[in-house]
């Protein structure tokens, strides 16, 4: 795990990418050596298993990390998430942004969110089109106890590497044509996994999701 993480750190060098170490299969003993090799930032899937192992890590780890939310979120699981993560990257409906807040509301706390893009025809995927969030944006950014930090995209699966360039420089594009026109500053990038995670970084992300480019398989 050391020398995947060295080959990733190279590849970022200077730039302001955060590394967002996902845990899917990742064992505890993975985690805290990754955390021992200067990583904080973990990404779960399943709610559950993510308060599971947090719960069951040192207390050093558990306290010095910070745990995202990366999976499809249900409406259902929301107020299981709202709270127990510093960001939940896949808020990808404006009821489940109005879900997020009324449930942050109740416990008093503000949840930092991104908002996922659908940027090229994909049935599989979810998320925003850019027509339907250039619609909803204005409510959502108005909901109380929720704050949006940015965007978050899944490319199609595929190794089209034109493919996942089209997808990641079509959502730099959108954030800034937003942030134009709402007069706004969403700053974050979400994109960027194990197989595409430097074709994103060309293109401007500012938060890399890797497992396998960093556990292994």
Do not use: Y
Request: net charge neutral; proline share 2%.
């Amino acid at each position: 795990m050391a020398a995947n993480l060295a080959k990733v750190r190279e590849a970022i060098d200077d730039q302001a990418v955060r590394l967002i170490a996902v845990t899917k299969h990742a064992t505890n003993a993975q985690i805290e050596e990754v955390f021992s090799l200067g990583i904080s930032e973990f990404g779960e899937s399943r709610i559950q298993d993510a308060l599971k192992k947090r719960d069951e890590l040192p207390p050093h780890v558990a306290l010095n990390s910070n745990w995202h939310f990366i999976g499809h979120l249900q409406s259902n699981k929301v107020k299981q998430a709202v709270g127990n993560f510093a960001l939940i990257h896949s808020v990808d409906s404006l009821s489940l942004a109005e879900e997020v807040s009324r449930i942050a509301c109740q416990k008093g706390t503000t949840q930092s969110i991104l908002l996922q893009v659908k940027i090229l025809a994909d049935d599989s995927k979810s998320g925003f089109t850019k027509e339907e969030l250039r619609k909803n944006l204005s409510t959502i950014l108005a909901l109380p106890s929720i704050k949006v930090e940015g965007l978050m995209t899944i490319t199609p699966l595929t190794n089209d590497v034109k493919l996942w360039h089209d997808s990641f420089s079509g959502l730099s594009t959108l954030r800034d044509q937003l942030n134009r026109e709402f007069s706004i500053s969403l700053k974050e990038l979400s994109m960027g996994m194990s197989d595409d995670w430097r074709e994103a970084i060309i293109c401007g992300s500012t938060m890399i999701r890797l497992g396998r480019a960093i556990f292994g398989n």
